[in-house]
């Protein structure tokens, strides 16, 4: 068989997906079988019981929807660091909406994700309209997000007792599993058509490579770029929704810090930051890894002991991060000692 | 008297693309040495040897009748070779004392800067060469020549001996260019040989002693000014057998299918263009480096759209203000930058073929992996693309294989126009004339072709009519079987050429 350069890339991007597999296979059974024990009563707790599981599921829910809206942002060679901030956002707006306004959740839903999406066009004009750069953009809306929901709030009010059937979008189960998983599901689901098998996943990864390339091609690049920044708006204000039903309260404080899990989650499911290259399998590869290694350490008896999951788990993530990328590197680097022979 | 300079048969090639082919050249000292050439004939290689940029592959360099065979740039300013580059190499927000400094001072990491010396010295420099401009002004307050002079003074500072000016006057005015003529008179009497490159030849009797012919990496002479008139000049210059055959034109071309009138675009430059182009027809566009040519067909495919003018496509007026615009009208562009422009390095054969004519191939939006991979395997068989596969990365095929790739992702959109930006640079002879087959064929299927080509025997060979610009205007446009040597006449401006035909 002859040899093609073409199958190699694409068998170094099944390595690292398949890497990150095994990751996760091994420190899922490594906290199964240290995470899981039996208290006085004979009853099984810890990482081995299902309610765990489903715990593990719905909080990767979050910061999972935010990995999927920033997979296509990052494959443009782009970057959203206001995705939390617009969450924090649009869970404020909907408490709004719900209790001070009055709003049935029939109305007020749709004009959450509605608030959602016009954060996103906020980024997206400037990014795509001015050619301002992604970074300086979204860190000023990432400050001006939450800004806005906390003078919203006064930085006091926190909105609670949501209808119970909103509640079950976060705390109920549907066909037996969270319900919550069944939306995440369905965006990931989406946004894989969108990245690996619509023609505007071509046209975003074009633009990754090569931006003057995608122009040169007909792309049309603001447009591009207008619908993925958008499109994360609207995901955060789902993930929003999710958030405020999970914890069943709507605080201008709400998932601070979760776009750089996000952000982890995708560039250590192989994502270049540099654009072009990635996949969604690899996005919630990496989100699943995060969050089982977040859950899992906090239900050994060691970190219990101690009080420091939350020190681990950051000190965990950040070295797998950086592993990721040296093995990412690995071949680049093989390569480049073999010409030098 | 030792020569200053000395080039025995020098050579270097990058990849298969010999740019000098055992170039003998010689500076004296006191002497303007004006070297002449088409685009691409060597003359920036040769430069770029001089000044210690490349190694050269083969033959001897001498500088004051020593043999250097590792020179650096670093030690090529050591021994006095300096260049003023066409656009000057100044850091633009410094000032003109601390450009200078940088170019002049080599102190100690940590060393005290002395600004009352820098500000003497700048001003000696400056007051030398005739400059009247401040050592504290910011490079970027001043105008082009005044930046040249920076240039000089910096040069003269570093008591260079051999000084290389890379087309100094392209954009000086009249009174700046008589300036910059006293200056080079001046370090000439002082006994510092002077390599001067211009595409002007009044400019070369008026100021060099001695002109060196450079053409297709080879020597094709050296004279003394007063030995040789302006027509020979032309004639040494593009005077080279035809070295493959071209496809010969077939039948008349058809209705016109682009009529260009009156199009401007102030940003770039281009002023008051008029021409037209049949369907089967191919229109060469002649032109020096920096005429216009790719910026008129940045405007006909909407990249910097037209600020006046209208574009009509067969017989009908059309706005084109983007490049998806441009396809939609059934206009193509193939650009001359084909690394960054022409196709995507990472991705493979198949995703570019399809790239631009995605509305053919996946109405409706979603991509079908059938119908890319036979678009794939028809332009790979058609245009004999050489690749491992369809799905090979684009970067792992030779820059012929490339350009083929970039041609065929154009015509999948089935174009009635296409633009062609020097389709050949680059490429290596077997797959030159493949592709100037290829173009002839696309013209007989009934495609309009404007082919933009520095390469003029290509322009010869290939074009149905030959329009020649300058200056970001359309000078002429001269007929198939013109002379090499006439169509290098009006794009270097000189009057009284017979065949000019102002469109």
């Known amino acids: ?185 369905g965006v990931a689901v989406g946004m894989w058509m ?130 990721a990328l040296v093995i990412g590197m690995l071949p680049k680097l093989l390569s480049a000692v073999c010409i030098r022979r | 008297m030792t020569p200053l300079l000395v080039f025995q048969r020098i050579s270097k090639s990058f990849g298969a693309v010999r740019a000098l082919r055992g170039v003998d050249f010689e500076l004296r000292p006191g002497e303007v040495h004006a070297l002449l050439g088409e685009n691409g004939a060597g003359k920036s290689t040769l430069i770029k040897v001089a000044t210690g940029a490349h190694t050269p592959d083969g033959g001897t360099l001498m500088v004051d009748g020593e043999v250097h065979d590792g020179l650096t740039p670093a030690l090529a300013h050591d021994l006095g070779i300096a260049c003023i580059y066409q656009q000057p190499a100044l850091f633009p927000d410094l000032t003109v004392m601390e450009n200078l400094a940088l170019r002049l001072e080599k102190p100690a990491s940590f060393a005290r800067v002395r600004w009352t010396d820098r500000r003497k010295r700048a001003m000696e420099l400056l007051a030398k060469v005739g400059a009247e401009i401040l050592p504290d002004s910011t490079v970027n307050e001043l105008s082009m020549p005044e930046q040249q002079l920076v240039e000089i003074a910096g040069a003269v500072g570093a008591e260079a001996r051999i000084v290389i000016m890379d087309e100094p006057t392209a954009s000086l005015t009249r009174r700046e260019q008589e300036r910059l003529y006293g200056i080079v008179r001046a370090l000439k009497s002082e006994g510092i040989g002077i390599i ?33 008139n302006e027509g020979e000049l032309i004639r040494l210059m593009v005077g080279r057998e035809v070295t493959h055959l071209y496809p010969p034109p077939l039948g008349s071309p058809g209705e016109v299918r682009l009529k260009v009138d009156h199009l401007c675009c102030h940003a770039s430059g281009v002023e008051a263009v008029s021409f037209e182009v049949r369907a089967g027809e191919i229109l060469g566009m002649a032109g020096l480096v920096g005429a216009g040519r790719t910026e008129l067909a940045r405007i006909l495919f909407g990249i910097t759209p037209a600020d006046a003018g ?66 794939a395997r028809d332009a790979v068989e058609r245009l004999a693309i050489k690749t491992a596969g369809i799905d090979a990365p684009v970067s792992s095929l030779s820059g012929g294989n490339q350009q083929k790739v970039s041609l065929s992702r154009w015509l999948a959109t089935e174009p009635k126009l296409l633009i062609l930006d020097e389709p050949t640079q680059g490429v290596d002879v077997g797959a030159k004339s493949e592709i100037h087959a290829l173009i002839r064929r696309f013209a007989e299927a009934g495609m309009a072709v404007i082919l933009i080509s520095s390469d003029l025997p290509e322009i010869l060979g290939m074009s149905d009519r030959i329009a020649v610009m300058g200056g970001g205007k359309l000078i002429g446009i001269l007929p198939s079987g013109s002379a090499a040597a006439d169509v290098m006449a009006v794009a270097l401006g000189q009057s009284g050429t017979p065949g000019k035909d102002i469109a």
């Open chain 2, 310 to 375: 209208t574009i009509s496509m067969d017989g009908r007026i059309v706005t084109v203000r983007s490049p998806s615009e441009a396809i939609d009208e059934g206009i193509a562009y193939v650009p001359e930058d084909r690394r960054r422009h022409g196709v995507v390095l990472d991705m493979s054969v198949a995703e570019n073929v399809t790239l631009a004519a995605h509305r053919r191939y996946f109405p409706g939006g979603w991509l079908r992996d059938r119908i890319e991979a036979g678009a």
């Open chain 2, 196 to 228: 001067y490159i211009s595409h002007r030849l009044e400019e070369i009797f008026a100021l060099a002693d001695r002109v060196t012919v450079l053409r297709d990496g080879s020597s094709a002479g050296t004279f003394d000014v007063c030995d040789i």
């Open chain 1, 1 to 185: 068989m002859k040899f093609s350069a073409g199958s190699a890339w694409r068998r170094i991007l099944f390595r690292h997906e398949m890497l990150l597999l095994v990751v996760l296979i091994v420190e899922w059974l490594l906290f199964l079988h240290f995470g899981t024990m039996t208290n006085r009563r004979g009853v099984t707790v810890g990482f081995g019981t299902l309610d765990r599981q489903f715990d593990i599921l719905r909080h990767s829910c979050e910061i999972g929807l935010l990995a999927l809206a920033l997979t296509p942002i990052i494959l443009t060679a782009g970057i959203d660091l206001s995705v939390a901030s617009l969450l924090g956002l649009c869970a404020i707006v909907f408490g709004q909406l719900t209790h001070d306004v009055g709003l049935p959740l029939s109305l007020a839903i749709p004009l959450t994700l509605l608030a959602g999406g016009l954060g996103g066009a906020v980024n997206a004009g400037l990014i795509a309209g001015l050619r301002l750069p992604p970074l300086i953009v979204t860190l000023g809306t990432y400050s001006l997000f939450r800004g806005l929901a906390e003078a919203m709030t006064g930085g006091a009010v926190t909105y609670t007792q949501f209808p119970s059937g909103f509640l079950a979008l976060g705390q109920g189960r549907w066909l037996g599993v969270p319900a919550q998983a069944w939306i995440f599901v």
């Open chain 1, 194 to 323: 969108l990245v690996h098998r619509s023609v505007a996943g071509r046209f975003i990864r074009v633009i990754g490579f090569a931006p003057e390339g995608a122009q040169y091609a007909g792309v049309r690049v603001g447009k591009c770029l207008t619908f993925v920044y958008v499109l994360a708006g609207l995901v955060s204000a789902a993930a929003a929704l999710v958030y405020t039903a999970r914890l069943g309260q709507a605080k201008a404080d709400a998932a601070v810090g979760y776009e750089l899990y996000a952000i982890t989650a995708v560039v250590l499911g192989g994502t270049s930051i540099f654009g072009g290259k990635g996949s969604v399998t690899g996005t919630l590869l990496g989100v699943a890894v995060i969050a089982v290694l977040k859950n899992g350490l906090a239900t050994l008896p060691v970190v219990i002991r101690m009080n420091s999951a939350e020190e681990l788990s950051g000190l965990l993530t950040g070295g797998l991060l950086l592993f």
